[in-house]
């Protein structure tokens, strides 16, 4: 429902001309739209070691059929990491040091192995560091990003990259080495021929 998805997208406030139902606490009136205050919503970023797999094709459903959005996770490729459930872990503690649009970066601490989800949603030219080592980035819950994290502290960094700006760069510095060569042996050219006397 509705209030699943707002939960795994880390809504905090709604704002509507109708009440939304349960779960909400009005906070605010303004020019005609109330606002509301979502009363459960899951964090930025929560750990899990309940774990469901599932193909693309399955992972939207089963991600609705999550009785408690936050305490399981949905998966559609292995960790490589062993990860035991269903609790979750008995502690997590998370500090985050940078949340721009083109990069994540917190600091956090688990007791036990599990995948840390982030309400960021999975999309190609996110990558991941975990303690300054690339880290692959799985799809969690569907639509979000998941990352396989060991027991004790890390430093997750996430950066987002765009592909074509990949080979826009790539093909601007390979133009220029070019034009450098091509200016380099017109140099040496004009230095070998002979001059008129």
Do not use: C
């Not at 899990?48 to 059929?65: E, F, G, N």
């Amino acid at each position: 429902d509705r209030y699943k998805v707002w939960q795994l997208f880390n809504v905090q406030y709604l704002l509507s001309r109708e009440d939304p139902g349960s779960g909400f606490q009005k906070v605010a009136r303004l020019d005609g739209f109330n606002i509301f205050r979502m009363l459960d919503p899951l964090p930025r970023a929560w750990a899990v070691r309940d774990l469901v797999a599932a193909t693309p094709a399955q992972a939207l459903t089963a991600t609705m059929a999550l009785q408690q959005p936050g305490t399981a996770a949905v998966l559609e490729s292995t960790p490589g990491l062993a990860i035991r459930g269903p609790a979750p872990p008995s502690s997590q503690q998370e500090q985050w040091l940078a949340a721009d649009p083109e990069r994540l970066h917190l600091r956090v601490t688990l007791t036990d192995n599990a995948l840390l989800v982030i309400s960021q949603p999975y999309v190609p030219g996110w990558t991941a560091t975990v303690d300054g080592r690339p880290a692959t980035l799985l799809r969690a819950d569907y639509a979000f990003d998941g990352l396989a994290l060991t027991a004790g502290s890390h430093d997750v960094d996430l950066r987002y990259v765009p592909a074509g700006l990949v080979a826009g760069t790539l093909g601007a510095a390979l133009a220029l080495l070019l034009l450098l060569g091509s200016l380099l042996l017109s140099w040496r050219w004009s230095r070998r021929a002979p001059r008129a006397s």
